[in-house]
């Protein structure tokens, strides 16, 4: 079992840059697939970007070249850094672990405005 805590989230201005961060409290961190998600209100959560174990990652074709994921098993974090960030970002965050069950944080917001 895993619990996750998100922050970095704020305000910023387009065409700006954050850093979330995301970090994991239980055993085996590194064995776990670790992934960002965001939700806007009444919407589905998407995914963002996603890290397996081994560091292959994937991401959303709307994030791709933007958005980087990464992660430090020594530290149990994971983290996205954001650049270039739309208006369209602005979102929910929400870290996700899995390996035999999803687990979720409590999420952090990310606004993006002038």
């Known amino acids: 079992q895993v619990q996750l805590v998100e922050s970095g989230g704020g305000l910023v201005q387009p065409g700006g840059s954050l850093r979330l961060f995301c970090a994991a409290f239980g055993s085996s961190f590194s064995f776990y697939v670790m992934g960002w998600f965001r939700q806007a209100p009444g919407k589905q959560r998407e995914r963002v970007a996603t890290?397996?174990?081994?560091?292959?990652?994937g991401y959303a074709d709307s994030v791709k070249g933007r958005f980087t994921i990464s992660r430090d098993n020594t530290k149990n974090t994971v983290y996205l850094q954001m650049n270039s960030l739309k208006p369209e970002d602005a979102d929910i965050y929400y870290c996700?672990?899995?390996?035999?069950?999803?687990?979720w944080g409590q999420g952090t917001q990310v606004t993006v405005s002038s």
């Open positions: 996700n672990a899995y390996r035999d069950q999803n687990y």
């Open positions: 890290m397996g174990s081994r560091g292959i990652t």
